[in-house]
């Protein structure tokens, strides 16, 4: 059961069972030209199968305790509406329609008639806003409201609809529009006073009277005996006290009598707000004209926090893939039913064993007498000014007067921050009439340095009430800059490393974040830091999915056969908890994981280390590890390749990159449970690589004389799919045809390889030695390591490394290569333990740049060194005072034993004295580490970035609709931003170069509500990519983008009024990242 409001974006249909006529089974593997099937078939002897139609004409589900059999109730009648329509009359051509209506505050509209014109076809929208009807392209769809001007649509080729009705003020100059009554009213002018609690304490018993002037109003408290309200005046009205004119009392939003106003204690009294003219009528009406005395007593927040709000707003009820009936065929399950108000959708699906299938289909409206619909963004940015609303409604027949609040609290400490929020006066009142709505507004600014906001909102009219609680992130506006100094000291020996910038910093934008020490005696203890950047990646592309399971498979190796690291892991686990709601709460952190991954840095040393501790549970990665390997082998396509991106095409190096990964985790795990999970996935694969392989060379070799030789071949490709090929070479042996294709190609290699790449040259050398060619694979090794450099601080590395664009020009991925070479081909130690130093020169303070190049260095560090030498007793590090170094070694002693030290300095203790860092390492083993200073720059401040071979801007329109047609307008301040408007959002690509595997991320305004919001494979200017909507970015991930220009256009409607900042749009090379550029800032206003 679900929300049945999701059916527009994609509606899944539940078809009965059907048995093909015959099965296929695949016999086991074997290869000759490409790879051979053997298909076995089986008849179906049964009868045709037929699905059994289930009727049930009651409109009462008693057995889920739901009953919509009100007739009343916006479900009943828009049902009944439904029916009547299908009766009607309508062209062959119709197509169902749907969508939402909304008011200009951007809530959903219940209650609005919608008619295709010409025709006896209408429906009105339920509450929460909600149509369907049928209609074909040629029709015209009409919208009317009371008070708001009717809006017509061609249908054309659309099936979502979403209409905005804009208000009509000639017509509300004469009526007055509440809920869904009116009246008649002249033309009134407003006015509004509020005097807030700080001034009514200043009332004493002494004090005979009190009086407030404004420039239009004249409020005067009369306290009359033993502290009793006696009256209140309005200048430019009569008189209130003792007068016949008296004003309309409104007491914690009951209308009251005067007495029980003159009763009032004032040191009971919160605040009081005084209405006249137009603001007052257009609240309450006639019973207004002489102005609204409105007051909020503590008794009223008293009852407001006793309002029980809605907190679990999950939009799928349950989902149940395989319930079994019991001997009496009866099913039952209990599941916890979200209490989000909204109409649902029940589909069963049944069988038996004879494949006999029926399907039953029912909706479910939960609703209550008074009902609180908030609308609230996404996420929220700091900085931004947002106005949410509220849509209060009426479900009864009486008329309800009350009061809505809306409070806000840090998520991490739930300490009140309405006063930061500037959101003081956080009470509103509110007057509906019988099965009518209003909307409240509140406006807020958001702070820095929150992590998320946890709010409450909550009305009360009577004995009826609602609210609703829920968690936002909240995004910072900065952008982190990363400077480090890798560490790399030589047994016996000490070195220094400086921060010039640190050193000699004077800049006063600059906003320090953290100074990090990382040291060890042994980089597997770096592996293991590496690892929670690839169980947290947000992406879900083949490449990220086989990295997560590649983490929790590693993690799991490591601490389980070190005793040491497992032992600390549980002293950390033992010292705290995971208590905050933003911990709980996996969508949101995630959220915040992605925006704003320093924010965690902001964690004490004891939750980081807990954090890490229950991160690595064994269990837990023992079932990550599970549901992760489920998720990789489906994103496996039948041919056994796999694509980048779910939809896209197969894609041969993906497929490679991904049974080498599997390769070297068997290399580090030999474990049954591993080779079956490896099997699994290689068994397809490798065939379809296989043939991949015999296909190109039979296409390169088909116009050649036999005389002829092979005298060119592809390294790249090629030597990468040998590569792989030799990770399996005894679970699926060569067949004789590519045995001898494969014995051209390393014989062509072996005479080649001087002109290769350094990457060409390391994978050669690998595949040569595990292929028995072992001579001529140390002779490849000997003359690298001539080329070489070496020196004290970059280690063993080689000049000619550089990035390019494709992905065997990365220089992680190729240094990580050549260690794996010289460690199996050579068993070089001491050449293996200088290369790791320019490896870990590379990385970032916690990964290195991309999830696949810190998948193959973490392969790297975990090939030698197995000493977990104690750093305490072995290492001297000075930097900045003795005094805060001794301080911060003391919090770490023991892992210090474990041969591992993090010190982490917060903002407010970096100094410049810091920048330089002093290491004497005493132990007979080298020490890795590094030295990261971390600082901020705001994202309105940054400039467009054009000057690389990539580069990308973005511009945005307003989209509206024209006699012409949909027309582009720019955004100016005679045309600005309106709720409801809808926005295209236009990014334009520039590469100089052609380009694998890029990513491109449009951050949006918090404002904005995107208008497609499914992740999809897409075609468009001549680019084929896959287009991802994240809660505050939009992603999009290419494949390969060939040297041009091209623009990509989406949409978004404007969901709140404020002012918001749009952030900027980064596109990166996913493997190759230097190759980045980024749009300018940019900020947006609505109305």
Same mark, same amino acid.
């Given at each position: 059961?679900?929300?049945?409001?999701?059916?527009?974006?994609?509606?899944?249909?539940?078809?009965?069972?059907?048995?093909?006529?015959?099965?296929?089974?695949?016999?086991?593997?074997?290869?000759?030209?490409?790879?051979?099937?053997?298909?076995?078939?089986?008849?179906?002897?049964?009868?045709?199968?037929?699905?059994?139609?289930?009727?049930?004409?009651?409109?009462?589900?008693?057995?889920?305790?739901?009953?919509?059999?009100?007739?009343?109730?916006?479900?009943?009648?828009?049902?009944?509406?439904?029916?009547?329509?299908?009766?009607?009359?309508?062209?062959?051509?119709?197509?169902?329609?749907?969508?939402?209506?909304?008011?200009?505050?951007?809530?959903?509209?219940?209650?609005?008639?919608?008619?295709?014109?010409?025709?006896?076809?209408?429906?009105?929208?339920?509450?929460?806003?909600?149509?369907?009807?049928?209609?074909?392209?040629?029709?015209?769809?009409?919208?009317?409201?009371?008070?708001?001007?009717?809006?017509?649509?061609?249908?054309?080729?659309?099936?979502?609809?979403?209409?905005?009705?804009?208000?009509?003020?000639?017509?509300?100059?004469?009526?007055?529009?509440?809920?869904?009554?009116? $009246?008649?009213?002249? &033309? !009134?002018? +407003?006015? %509004?006073?509020? #005097? @807030?609690?700080?001034?009514?304490?200043? =009332?004493?018993?002494?004090?005979?009277?009190?009086?407030?002037?404004?420039?239009?109003?004249?409020? $005067?408290?009369?306290? &009359? !005996?033993? +502290?009793? %309200?006696?009256? #209140? @005046?309005?200048?430019?009205?009569?008189? =209130?006290?003792?007068?016949?004119?008296?004003?309309?009392?409104?007491?914690?939003?009951?209308?009251?009598?005067?007495?029980?106003?003159?009763?009032?204690?004032?040191?009971?009294?919160?605040?009081?707000?005084?209405?006249?003219?137009?603001?007052?009528?257009?609240?309450?009406?006639?019973?207004?004209?002489?102005?609204?005395?409105?007051?909020?007593?503590?008794?009223?927040?008293?009852?407001?926090?006793?309002?029980?709000?809605?907190?679990?707003?999950?939009?799928?009820?349950?989902?149940?893939?395989?319930?079994?009936?019991?001997?009496?065929?009866?099913?039952?399950?209990?599941?916890?039913?979200?209490?989000?108000?909204?109409?649902?959708?029940?589909?069963?699906?049944?069988?038996?064993?004879?494949?006999?299938?029926?399907?039953?289909?029912?909706?479910?409206?939960?609703?209550?007498?008074?009902?609180?619909?908030?609308?609230?963004?996404?996420?929220?940015?700091?900085?931004?000014?947002?106005?949410?609303?509220?849509?209060?409604?009426?479900?009864?027949?009486?008329?309800?007067?009350?009061?809505?609040?809306?409070?806000?609290?840090?998520?991490?400490?739930?300490?009140?921050?309405?006063?930061?929020?500037?959101?003081?006066?956080?009470?509103?009142?509110?007057?509906?009439?019988?099965?009518?709505?209003?909307?409240?507004?509140?406006?807020?600014?958001?702070?820095?340095?929150?992590?998320?906001?946890?709010?409450?909102?909550?009305?009360?009219?009577?004995?009826?009430?609602?609210?609703?609680?829920?968690?936002?992130?909240?995004?910072?506006?900065?952008?982190?800059?990363?400077?480090?100094?890798?560490?790399?000291?030589?047994?016996?020996?000490?070195?220094?490393?400086?921060?010039?910038?640190?050193?000699?910093?004077?800049?006063?934008?600059?906003?320090?974040?953290?100074?990090?020490?990382?040291?060890?005696?042994?980089?597997?203890?770096?592996?293991?830091?590496?690892?929670?950047?690839?169980?947290?990646?947000?992406?879900?592309?083949?490449?990220?999915?086989?990295?997560?399971?590649?983490?929790?498979?590693?993690?799991?190796?490591?601490?389980?056969?070190?005793?040491?690291?497992?032992?600390?892991?549980?002293?950390?686990?033992?010292?705290?908890?995971?208590?905050?709601?933003?911990?709980?709460?996996?969508?949101?952190?995630?959220?915040?994981?992605?925006?704003?991954?320093?924010?965690?840095?902001?964690?004490?040393?004891?939750?980081?280390?807990?954090?890490?501790?229950?991160?690595?549970?064994?269990?837990?990665?023992?079932?990550?590890?599970?549901?992760?390997?489920?998720?990789?082998?489906?994103?496996?396509?039948?041919?056994?390749?796999?694509?980048?991106?779910?939809?896209?095409?197969?894609?041969?190096?993906?497929?490679?990159?991904?049974?080498?990964?599997?390769?070297?985790?068997?290399?580090?795990?030999?474990?049954?449970?591993?080779?079956?999970?490896?099997?699994?996935?290689?068994?397809?694969?490798?065939?379809?690589?296989?043939?991949?392989?015999?296909?190109?060379?039979?296409?390169?070799?088909?116009?050649?004389?036999?005389?002829?030789?092979?005298?060119?071949?592809?390294?790249?490709?090629?030597?990468?799919?040998?590569?792989?090929?030799?990770?399996?070479?005894?679970?699926?042996?060569?067949?004789?045809?590519?045995?001898?294709?494969?014995?051209?190609?390393?014989?062509?290699?072996?005479?080649?390889?001087?002109?290769?790449?350094?990457?060409?040259?390391?994978?050669?050398?690998?595949?040569?030695?595990?292929?028995?060619?072992?001579?001529?694979?140390?002779?490849?090794?000997?003359?690298?390591?001539?080329?070489?450099?070496?020196?004290?601080?970059?280690?063993?590395?080689?000049?000619?490394?550089?990035?390019?664009?494709?992905?065997?020009?990365?220089?992680?991925?190729?240094?990580?290569?050549?260690?794996?070479?010289?460690?199996?081909?050579?068993?070089?130690?001491?050449?293996?333990?200088?290369?790791?130093?320019?490896?870990?020169?590379?990385?970032?303070?916690?990964?290195?740049?991309?999830?696949?190049?810190?998948?193959?260095?973490?392969?790297?560090?975990?090939?030698?060194?197995?000493?977990?030498?104690?750093?305490?007793?072995?290492?001297?590090?000075?930097?900045?005072?003795?005094?805060?170094?001794?301080?911060?070694?003391?919090?770490?002693?023991?892992?210090?034993?474990?041969?591992?030290?993090?010190?982490?300095?917060?903002?407010?203790?970096?100094?410049?004295?810091?920048?330089?860092?002093?290491?004497?390492?005493?132990?007979?083993?080298?020490?890795?580490?590094?030295?990261?200073?971390?600082?901020?720059?705001?994202?309105?401040?940054?400039?467009?970035?054009?000057?690389?071979?990539?580069?990308?801007?973005?511009?945005?329109?307003?989209?509206?609709?024209?006699?012409?047609?949909?027309?582009?307008?720019?955004?100016?301040?005679?045309?600005?931003?309106?709720?409801?408007?809808?926005?295209?959002?236009?990014?334009?690509?520039?590469?100089?170069?052609?380009?694998?595997?890029?990513?491109?991320?449009?951050?949006?305004?918090?404002?904005?509500?995107?208008?497609?919001?499914?992740?999809?494979?897409?075609?468009?200017?001549?680019?084929?990519?896959?287009?991802?909507?994240?809660?505050?970015?939009?992603?999009?991930?290419?494949?390969?983008?060939?040297?041009?220009?091209?623009?990509?256009?989406?949409?978004?409607?404007?969901?709140?009024?404020?002012?918001?900042?749009?952030?900027?749009?980064?596109?990166?090379?996913?493997?190759?990242?230097?190759?980045?550029?980024?749009?300018?800032?940019?900020?947006?206003?609505?109305?």
């Amino acid at each position: 059961m679900y929300d049945s409001s999701l059916d527009q974006f994609a509606k899944m249909k539940w078809n009965g069972l059907t048995i093909n006529d015959y099965y296929n089974n695949n016999s086991n593997y074997k290869s000759s030209l490409g790879f051979d099937k053997t298909y076995t078939n089986f008849r179906n002897l049964n009868a045709p199968l037929y699905q059994v139609p289930v009727k049930n004409e009651s409109n009462q589900l008693i057995w889920f305790g739901f009953n919509f059999n009100n007739n009343s109730n916006y479900h009943v009648l828009y049902e009944y509406q439904k029916q009547l329509n299908k009766k009607a009359p309508k062209p062959d051509n119709a197509i169902l329609i749907s969508g939402f209506v909304t008011d200009s505050a951007g809530a959903k509209f219940p209650g609005a008639y919608i008619v295709i014109k010409g025709t006896t076809r209408t429906i009105t929208t339920d509450y929460s806003g909600y149509f369907e009807i049928e209609a074909a392209p040629n029709e015209v769809l009409s919208c009317k409201y009371l008070g708001y001007y009717t809006k017509e649509i061609l249908i054309g080729n659309k099936k979502s609809i979403n209409i905005t009705l804009i208000e009509n003020h000639e017509v509300l100059n004469e009526v007055v529009v509440v809920g869904y009554g009116t $009246q008649k009213k002249a &033309g !009134l002018t +407003g006015a %509004v006073m509020s #005097i @807030q609690d700080k001034r009514i304490e200043a =009332i004493t018993e002494e004090s005979d009277d009190l009086v407030y002037n404004t420039a239009r109003i004249d409020a $005067q408290l009369e306290q &009359g !005996l033993q +502290g009793r %309200v006696a009256g #209140i @005046q309005i200048r430019g009205g009569s008189s =209130i006290s003792g007068n016949s004119n008296n004003p309309l009392y409104v007491v914690d939003g009951e209308i009251a009598s005067e007495e029980i106003f003159k009763n009032l204690n004032p040191a009971d009294v919160i605040s009081l707000d005084i209405l006249k003219d137009a603001k007052a009528t257009a609240l309450y009406g006639s019973k207004a004209t002489n102005g609204v005395v409105i007051i909020t007593t503590k008794k009223a927040l008293e009852a407001l926090t006793q309002v029980t709000a809605r907190k679990n707003l999950s939009e799928t009820a349950f989902f149940f893939p395989n319930l079994k009936t019991d001997s009496r065929g009866k099913v039952s399950f209990n599941f916890t039913s979200p209490e989000a108000l909204t109409s649902w959708k029940l589909r069963l699906l049944a069988h038996n064993k004879n494949a006999v299938s029926a399907y039953l289909e029912k909706s479910v409206v939960t609703q209550k007498e008074l009902m609180l619909l908030p609308n609230f963004p996404r996420f929220l940015r700091e900085k931004d000014t947002v106005v949410i609303s509220a849509k209060i409604a009426n479900m009864t027949n009486q008329s309800k007067t009350g009061i809505a609040q809306l409070q806000f609290f840090d998520a991490t400490t739930m300490q009140s921050i309405d006063i930061k929020m500037l959101n003081v006066k956080n009470i509103r009142n509110f007057n509906i009439t019988a099965f009518g709505n209003t909307t409240a507004t509140w406006k807020i600014n958001i702070p820095e340095d929150l992590q998320g906001v946890q709010y409450r909102i909550v009305a009360k009219a009577g004995n009826y009430s609602d609210g609703e609680e829920n968690i936002l992130p909240v995004l910072t506006n900065t952008m982190l800059v990363t400077e480090s100094r890798p560490i790399w000291v030589r047994e016996n020996s000490s070195k220094s490393y400086t921060f010039e910038n640190l050193k000699n910093n004077s800049s006063t934008s600059l906003k320090n974040h953290q100074f990090t020490l990382e040291y060890t005696s042994n980089p597997t203890w770096l592996a293991l830091q590496s690892l929670p950047y690839l169980m947290e990646y947000e992406h879900e592309c083949a490449e990220q999915t086989f990295a997560r399971f590649y983490a929790n498979a590693l993690a799991n190796k490591i601490i389980s056969s070190n005793p040491k690291i497992a032992s600390l892991f549980e002293t950390w686990r033992k010292t705290g908890k995971l208590n905050s709601k933003l911990e709980e709460n996996e969508e949101l952190k995630s959220v915040i994981l992605a925006e704003t991954p320093w924010l965690n840095d902001a964690q004490t040393e004891t939750e980081k280390k807990s954090k890490l501790a229950f991160l690595f549970d064994i269990e837990k990665m023992k079932n990550s590890q599970e549901a992760t390997f489920d998720k990789l082998k489906q994103k496996q396509n039948a041919s056994g390749g796999f694509c980048w991106f779910d939809g896209g095409r197969k894609n041969e190096y993906i497929t490679r990159h991904i049974l080498a990964g599997l390769g070297h985790l068997y290399q580090l795990d030999k474990s049954v449970n591993n080779e079956f999970k490896i099997n699994s996935i290689a068994k397809t694969g490798i065939p379809f690589l296989d043939g991949k392989f015999l296909k190109y060379h039979k296409e390169r070799t088909q116009n050649l004389k036999p005389t002829d030789k092979l005298i060119w071949i592809n390294p790249n490709t090629d030597l990468h799919y040998l590569y792989t090929r030799s990770f399996y070479l005894e679970n699926y042996p060569l067949s004789d045809n590519l045995k001898k294709v494969t014995k051209l190609y390393l014989e062509t290699a072996k005479k080649d390889w001087l002109s290769y790449s350094l990457y060409e040259k390391a994978l050669t050398a690998l595949t040569l030695n595990r292929f028995g060619e072992r001579e001529a694979a140390k002779k490849i090794l000997e003359s690298l390591k001539e080329t070489a450099s070496n020196n004290e601080d970059w280690g063993m590395y080689w000049i000619e490394n550089k990035a390019g664009w494709y992905w065997y020009q990365a220089p992680i991925e190729t240094q990580a290569l050549l260690i794996e070479a010289f460690a199996e081909i050579a068993n070089d130690e001491k050449s293996v333990n200088a290369m790791k130093v320019w490896l870990l020169k590379n990385k970032q303070t916690k990964n290195w740049p991309t999830t696949k190049s810190t998948t193959e260095a973490i392969y790297a560090l975990l090939l030698q060194g197995s000493d977990w030498l104690s750093v305490k007793d072995n290492t001297i590090i000075k930097i900045g005072e003795e005094k805060i170094l001794t301080k911060k070694l003391a919090e770490n002693e023991k892992e210090a034993e474990t041969g591992y030290l993090k010190l982490n300095w917060k903002a407010n203790e970096i100094k410049k004295e810091m920048a330089t860092t002093i290491i004497q390492n005493k132990s007979k083993v080298p020490g890795y580490g590094g030295v990261y200073w971390q600082y901020f720059e705001d994202l309105d401040k940054i400039k467009t970035d054009d000057t690389n071979t990539l580069s990308v801007s973005k511009e945005l329109y307003l989209k509206k609709s024209t006699t012409s047609g949909l027309t582009l307008q720019k955004i100016t301040a005679k045309n600005p931003l309106q709720i409801g408007d809808l926005v295209t959002v236009r990014l334009i690509i520039t590469t100089k170069e052609n380009m694998e595997f890029v990513h491109l991320k449009d951050l949006r305004a918090s404002c904005f509500e995107p208008e497609n919001v499914l992740s999809t494979y897409e075609y468009k200017e001549g680019l084929a990519f896959y287009r991802s909507t994240k809660e505050a970015a939009t992603h999009f991930f290419f494949d390969r983008i060939n040297k041009g220009t091209y623009v990509l256009e989406y949409d978004v409607r404007v969901n709140n009024s404020g002012d918001f900042s749009n952030g900027i749009t980064t596109i990166q090379s996913m493997y190759a990242p230097e190759f980045t550029s980024h749009s300018k800032g940019m900020r947006v206003q609505v109305k």
